[in-house]
Nanobody, 121 residues
């Protein structure tokens, strides 16, 4: 079973950029779709972006489209979330998750989750 570890979080100034990483261990990462979610203080977890197993299909939540970009490198068993023009409203714990079903991926019903990385905007 794959395990996921997020990294790259930290404190950022308004307008700056940050790239989060989601490193996978175990087998079959290249068979899995990956999604990024976040949960801000006092808020529910919200979907940000997803990428399919091949890297050719992507989906974004409308509020971050054009500002956040998801990618993956299957040779490195890693997915990424590039975040630009950060603001205090982006303060949250950011999670990555993986699943072999695209519908479940978009709905946040992922079988595997990381523990999250904190971003302070």
């Amino acid at each position: 079973q794959v395990q996921l570890v997020e990294s790259g979080g930290g404190s950022v100034q308004a307008g700056s950029s940050l790239r989060l990483s989601c490193a996978a261990s175990g087998q079959f990462f290249s068979d899995l779709n990956v999604a990024w979610f976040r949960q801000g203080p006092g808020k529910e977890r919200e979907f940000l972006a997803a990428i399919d197993w091949s890297g050719n299909g992507e989906s974004y939540e409308s509020s971050v489209k054009g500002r956040f970009f998801i990618s993956r490198n299957n040779a490195k068993n890693t997915a990424y979330l590039q975040m630009n023009s950060l603001s205090p409203e982006d303060t949250a714990v950011y999670y990555c998750g993986a699943d072999d079903n695209w519908g479940r991926t978009l709905a946040g019903l992922l079988r595997t989750w990381g523990r999250g990385t904190q971003v302070l905007g």
